[in-house]
């Protein structure tokens, strides 16, 4: 995570009155609420994850099994039941 200067964005008077507080200190300023991004959402890896997740699914009702799939994709056969359990819940 990178920083911002202070001096470069903040009112003078604002930095006085955070010095009292913290001074010379680092200090980490959350996001509001409403600019958060989702997990996933900045570097599509989300995404990815979805993609990845319908392919093991659609080999797994080919008919692939668990340990080939696990071998495939390097996932533990209980992820891989989690993943496939959630695709079926979510297609019923």
Known sequence: M???RAID???EE?????QNYVDGEYIY??????????WGEKNK???EFTVRNMEIYKKYIA???ITSLSE???LSPKSLQKII???KLENQ
């Open 72 to 74: 495939i994709y390097y």
């Open 63 to 65: 008919g692939m099994s």
């Open 9 to 11: 964005v903040l009112p």
């Open 85 to 87: 359990a959630k695709i």
């Open 2 to 4: 990178s920083y911002i």
């Open 29 to 38: 300023i959350p996001r509001k609420v409403s600019n958060r991004k989702a």
């Open 14 to 18: 604002l930095i006085d009155k955070v």
């Open 45 to 47: 890896s989300k995404e």
